[in-house]
């Protein structure tokens, strides 16, 4: 079974984000903010324009020709996708997932909402 070290290695593999640097891309309209936690922790707050897409069903939101497919990527292939969960981990996956996946521009938020909180203001 892997360890949780090496679960996390993909983090070199996908580019990352602080908290600070996602807050000036808020108001950008090229840019789309994806929430990857539970649909519990979305309905108390997210960030910005958020959308959630639940981290389990991701691959179902991504691929062609799936009855979940999400015409958001497939009608914005240029646009920027900023991922972000709790603390880092789960968006950490599924920002590698959607890159492995073949959104071109995907970024993950370090830290995620923990971090978000302590600089929205």
Wanted: aromatic share 8%; charged share 30%; net charge neutral.
């Amino acid at each position: 079974m892997k360890k949780f070290d090496e679960l996390m290695s993909v983090s070199n593999k996908i580019e990352n984000i602080s908290a600070e640097q996602a807050k000036n891309k808020l108001n950008d309209p090229n840019v789309q903010f994806i929430d990857v936690r539970n649909k519990e922790s979305f309905s108390k707050g997210t960030i910005g324009n958020a959308i959630h897409m639940d981290r389990g069903l991701l691959e179902f939101y991504l691929a062609d020709g799936s009855p979940l497919e999400n015409d958001i990527f497939k009608n914005n292939p240029d646009k920027e996708y900023v991922v972000f969960c709790g603390l880092g981990g789960q968006g950490t996956l599924a920002t590698k997932t959607m890159k492995d996946m073949g959104v071109k521009n995907v970024k993950n938020i370090t830290g995620g909402m923990s971090e978000w909180e302590k600089i929205k203001d």
